[in-house]
């Protein structure tokens, strides 16, 4: 049997270990939440996570650095811009807002897609999923019309890391040649140093004992060893079942989030929340049946 046939020999082991990936990234919101509780920023939790995480993924990436060579310049520092606005929208938006409401506008991120591939990547998506994404829109006038006299500041910054994720994904998409492990040790490792200077202007570097192993747990348990895992299981399983899988983070985050610090999820969260999960779902699935089509279009 081959290596190839190997990996998808067993493709439960797959699914086991983004399950795993799931619970693991979805402790990002209390462990957040915990350490904003410490009086630490939102820009030092993202920095420090970062630098972190990035320096504990170049064991992984350094033997594989060659495949950086095959990359674009501008594709690379759009992925570490991108990457930064993401991860630093995140960290402060869960800071300034409910964890539920920062993580379920993150994954708006298909609609910034949607919008983004045709003006970079030349790929035209199709109406179909224009109009699923439509449901996610409508989620999100839910959420913001529900919550915009109390968390409007947050919840603006959180739907940037929507589009910072959305970004990063039309940018993993260019450096699809590279190593998966190279592109996180070069994106953390470089949005930990781009993000020192607004920790140096707006917030600060100190840290208790307790924060500092608050950041521990969040570099090492919510951020490198799932993103492995992640790695691992992409190459047993279909992206776009690998994608579904990992959306259980958005039930998750919360519910982490009420166990360990008492945050119950707001109204219109609940509301327009599964309106942007099924909005989502359905333009991975949808992405999924036109790229096969096309596969099989190209092939004939």
């Not at 781009?194 to 202007?201: E, I, N, Q, R, Y």
Request: proline fraction near 5%; charge should be positive.
């Amino acid at each position: 049997m081959s290596a190839a046939d190997r990996r998808a020999d067993r493709p439960w082991l797959a699914v086991a270990a983004l399950l795993c990936c799931a619970c693991l990234w979805s402790l990002n919101g209390p462990l957040i939440k915990l350490l904003h509780a410490e009086a630490v920023s939102g820009w030092t939790i993202a920095c420090y996570r970062s630098l972190i995480g990035g320096l504990l993924f170049v064991p992984w990436a350094w033997p594989r650095r060659k495949s950086l060579a095959t990359a674009g310049y501008s594709w690379s520092v759009f992925s570490v811009l991108t990457f930064t606005l993401m991860t630093a929208s995140f960290c402060i938006a869960t800071t300034m807002t409910a964890a539920s409401s920062a993580i379920i506008l993150q994954y708006t991120s298909p609609i910034w897609v949607f919008l983004l591939s045709p003006l970079l990547l030349r790929e035209k998506p199709g109406a179909a999923e224009g109009l699923v994404l439509l449901i996610a829109m409508i989620g999100i006038g839910i959420i913001f019309a529900g919550q915009r006299q109390t968390d409007a500041a947050g919840l603006a910054v959180a739907l940037c890391s929507g589009l910072g994720y959305g970004a990063l994904t039309v940018a993993l998409r260019g450096l699809r040649a590279v190593s998966p492990l190279v592109v996180a040790a070069l994106n953390a490792l470089s949005s930990g140093v781009l993000l020192l200077v607004p920790v140096a202007l707006w917030a600060g570097f100190w840290l208790q004992p307790r924060a500092w192993l608050l950041v521990f747990a969040l570099s090492l348990v919510q951020f490198t060893l799932p993103y492995v895992l992640f790695s691992w299981a992409l190459q047993r399983i279909e992206a776009h079942k690998a994608a579904l899988i990992v959306l259980l983070e958005t039930v998750l985050n919360p519910v982490w989030t009420f166990m360990l610090v008492g945050e119950r999820v707001p109204l219109p969260t609940l509301r327009g929340g599964p309106l942007i999960l099924i909005g989502v779902a359905g333009w991975l699935l949808l992405s999924w049946r036109r790229r096969r089509r096309s596969a099989v279009g190209g092939v004939q």
